[in-house]
């Protein structure tokens, strides 16, 4: 069964920045998910369960505080990490996604190597 990876962020850039940083994951038979809303992200990790997700908080239809906070407290999924990926770096805000029950915190703009780090780390790469 594939390793999974689903990146939610409604910016097609950054979903594809992200995507092009990550592609070489997909040599060690990683699938990359994208979605570009949080009910779309929702759907997506209802469907294949993914071991990272790497989560905008600004978005339309659904934000990623709410989209983690579905994950990890309605739906249990403990297994599933979630990475919120944000410009809102603020205090109260890195306090509001622990609160939902985000794994890890980066704000944009990120670094590239360190967001590789911590892709490789999770799935264990």
């Known amino acids: 069964m594939p390793k999974r990876v689903l990146i939610v962020d409604d910016e097609s850039r950054i979903r594809l920045l992200i995507e092009m940083l990550l592609e070489d994951f997909e040599d060690d038979g990683v699938e990359l998910l994208l979605a570009a809303n949080g009910q779309e992200g929702l759907d997506l990790v209802r469907q294949y369960r993914p071991e990272l997700v ?72």
């Open 54 to 125: 790497l989560l905008d908080v600004m978005m339309p239809v659904i934000n990623g505080f709410e989209v983690c906070r579905t994950v990890k407290k309605e739906w249990a999924m403990d297994d599933v990490t979630i990475v919120l990926l944000t410009a809102k770096g603020q205090r109260q805000d890195l306090q509001q996604g622990e609160e939902v029950g985000a794994d890890s915190y980066m704000t944009k703009p990120f670094n590239p190597d360190e967001l590789l780090a911590l892709v490789s780390r999770v799935l264990n790469l």
